[in-house]
C-alpha cells in the first residue's frame, strides 16, 4: 500500500493549488501521470484518495490516472522503443544493457476545476 | 470547466531527502547498500553471515545496520549480539521505509567512523522498491523457496537492483525450484546483474558476497560518490 504515502503527497499538492483559485472554484478531477515501473494500483490509489480527501474541499473529486508507458534505450545499439511485456531486452539487437528512458514518471499532471460565472 | 496545468512530481519530497542523504554519505565516506526482500527470505540471517564474514576480512570494513521493520525490535536485537553498530527503524504499520526516516537514523549512528550502511527495508516485494533511499545500490534477496518466478512477477524491485542475492540454497536440492528459470527471468527484467547463489546457514557463496560489497564500496570512493578521507 505504498499508494498510501504517494496519495498523502497528492492531496497536498492540490490543496496548495485550488488555494491558488479564487472562493467558489470546485475541483472536479485530479488527473495523474504514472509510470508503469510504479506498480500503481489505481484501485488502491482511488480508495486511498477518497479516504483521505473525506471532509476537506478535496471530497467529491475524482481522481483519474494515466499509465505511462515503460520506454528505453540501448546502450550497445542506440535502439530506442517501448519495453513490452517487461522484457527488458533491446528491440533491435536483443542486449540487455538499457538505459530506462520512461516509465518511472509519477506527477500531478493537473486539475479540472468548475468556476462559478 | 477549467484545466489547470501543474506538472508536480509526487516522489519530490522523498527524493530531497534521498539527496540530503547521498550527500551525507559522500561527507562521511560512507556506503549504503538498501536490502529488500519479501519477509522470511533470510535478509537477516544472511546479515547476521555478513557481519560475521566481514569482521574476518582484511579490509576491515566498518559497518553499521538500519533495521527497518513494521514492529518489534527483533532484528536489531540479533545483530546487537554481534556486536554491530545497529539502530531499529519502526515504522508502525507501513510497508517500507522513506528516505527521511532513513536520514535521521544515519545522522544519529552518528555516522562518523563508518564505511559502509546497510539498510535492511521492511519485508516486501513491492513497495520498498518505490522509494529512493539516497543508497548506493539496492539489492534484491530472494529465497528460493518462493519460487523462480518472482523476478517476472515483482520486476520493478529486480530491475532496479544493483545486485540479487538468491538466498537458502542448502534447500535446493528438496525443493521443486527450477534455478535455470529463475536465472533467466532475472537476465529478463536485468541483464547483466550480479546474481549471487549463497546459504548463509553452510556460508556457500557467501565469499562472494562479501567480494562484491568491498568492491561496491571502492567504486563509490573512486567514482567521487563518498570521500576518500579515511
Redesign the interface.
Known sequence: ??EL??CE??VK?AQA?LKK?PPGARL?TVR?AAGK???IVPENMTFAYEALTQGTPLAGSVLTITPLPISARCRACGWSGAIQD????CGACG???LE?TGGRE??????????DD | ?????????????NEQWAAKTRTLLAWYGITMLNLIGSPGAGKTLLLERTVRTLAKCRQRLRLAVLEGDIATTRDAERLARLHCRVSQLLTDG???L?AKMVHYALRDLPPTELDLVIVENVGNL??P???DLGEHAKVAVLSVTEGEDKP?KY??LF?EAQAVVLTKIDLLPHLAFNLKACLKYL??????RPVFLVSSTTGEGIDDWIKWINVTCQLSVVRGQTNNRK
Do not use: W
Open positions: 500500500m505504498h504515502s504517494i503527497t497528492l499538492a493549488e483559485l472536479k495523474v515501473l510504479h506498480q517487461l522484457v527488458f531486452t542486449a540487455g544493457d530506462i509519477l506527477y500531478l499532471e493537473n486539475l479540472e476545476v468548475e468556476e | 470547466m477549467t484545466t489547470i496545468k501543474v506538472y508536480r512530481n509526487l516522489m519530490g519530497a507501513a510497508c517500507h522513506q513491492v513497495c522498491a518505490e522509494f517476472i520486476p520493478t530491475r537476465r529478463q527484467v536485468n541483464a547483466g
